[in-house]
Each structure stands twice: as C-alpha cells, then as structure tokens.
T-cell receptor, first 117, second 113 residues
C-alpha cells in the first residue's frame, strides 16, 4: 500500500511565478492536510480538505495561496506570484474517515521543498 | 489557542546513553493526543510515539518512552540506549480532534559515536 505521495520533491521558481504542489493521499484516505515548515521551525497547519470541500483553512495566508482536492486526482496547493518568503518545505498528510482507531491518525508524505530564486 | 513549546533547540548524547527531550503545551481541551515525531535529514515525518491524555500510564515503544504530566502540561521523550540512527530533528505535536496538529519548533538531537 503506497504511502502519501507528494511531487515534485523539489521545486524551484523565480519570484512572481506560480507554484503547484501535488499530493496523492494514501489509498482509501479521503482527508488531506497541508502543512508548511519554514527553515529551523516546526510544521504549521495550513488547510484541511475533504473531497471537493475545504473544511478548515485557518492557517492559509489570505492572499496568493489556494488549495483544492477534486473528486478525481490529487490535492493541489497553489501559490501565485511567489516571493522569497514562500521558500519552505510543504508537507501533505492524509487520513481515513475512521481515525480514532488508527495509531497514526495523519500519515505524512515526504514533503516538497520549494525554493524561490 | 493551542501552543506547543520545545525549549531545547539542540542536544547531544553519546551513543548507548539516555537522553530526555522536553515539551510543554497549553490547551483548554480536556481530551487530546500528544505525539513525538522524528524527522531525519531525509525530511520524512516518522511517528515515534503517541499518548492519549485520558490515559495515566505513560506510553512506551521499545527504547522510547514518555513522561506525561497532565497537570503540568508536560510531555517529555526519553530515548534509552541511543543509537546513531536516532540523530534527527524531534518534534512534539498536539491534536485534540485529529483534524489539525500543532507542532513545536523542534529539538535537533545529535548522537555521537
């Protein structure tokens, strides 16, 4: 059973460009979470999505950032007009519907490292 | 608001010795879960151990154990018989509904041969 798949592993963009980060949850998981890890810091929650719905986006910056989890295909975290401060590792996690019995309620991908030139 | 604090940015330990990493948290919730994650240079997030707040017994997983003090809102991780492969960043995390995890800033552990 494949784990959470994130791609690309490393993404380089110039200031002003758009960045698209993809996350395919584990098979059977319908909940996706995005976190951002700035250098020398812990992970910070950004957004929680279920299929076609944003459940909690309290950690998303108000501008330039958006996320979706369509009925078919991976979840996408989109950053428009990137700036140097967007350089970070972005982690995706997924979980199944029934989570309380699962030892690891959120399964993490290996992250995408975004570098802004 | 939920916060997680790790006050030790970096620690070192000799191979085979024991080390304790500290974590404190703040919450008004009564039922919640606490976790320690390991992040090696590969950047994977690996679950080390988890503790349910309603359980008084401290969780253990092989060489890893926790000291959970609910009243003090403290959740430290003890690593016994440290191995070179334990070298990594360690993050303490809190969640009360599994929908959102709150992470501390991490402790960089260096195991010396």
């Amino acid at each position: 059973n494949a784990g959470v798949m994130q791609n690309p592993r490393h993404l380089v963009r110039r200031r002003g460009q758009e960045a698209r980060l993809r996350c395919s949850p584990m098979k059977g998981h319908s909940h996706v979470y995005w976190y951002r890890q700035l250098p020398e810091e812990g992970l910070k929650f950004m957004v929680y999505l279920q299929k076609e719905n944003i459940i909690d986006e309290s950690g998303m910056p108000k501008e330039r950032f958006s996320a979706e989890f369509p009925k078919e295909g991976p979840s996408i975290l989109r950053i428009q007009q990137v700036v140097r401060g967007d350089s970070a590792a972005y982690f995706c996690a997924s979980s199944p519907n029934l989570r309380t019995g699962d030892v690891q309620p959120q399964h993490f991908g290996d992250g995408t490292r975004l570098s802004i030139l | 608001a939920q916060t997680v604090t790790q006050s030790q940015p970096e620690m070192s330990v000799q191979e085979a010795e024991t080390v304790t990493l500290s974590c404190t948290y703040d919450t008004s919730e009564n039922n919640y879960y606490l976790f320690w994650y390991k992040q090696p240079p590969s950047r994977q997030m690996i679950l080390v151990i988890r503790q349910e707040a309603y359980k008084q017994q401290n969780a253990t997983e092989n060489r890893f154990s926790v000291n959970f003090q609910k009243a003090a809102k403290s959740f430290s991780l003890k690593i016994s018989d440290s191995q070179l492969g334990d070298t990594a960043m360690y993050f303490c995390a809190f969640s009360y509904n599994f929908n959102k995890f709150y992470f501390g800033s991490g402790t960089k552990l260096n195991v010396k041969p």
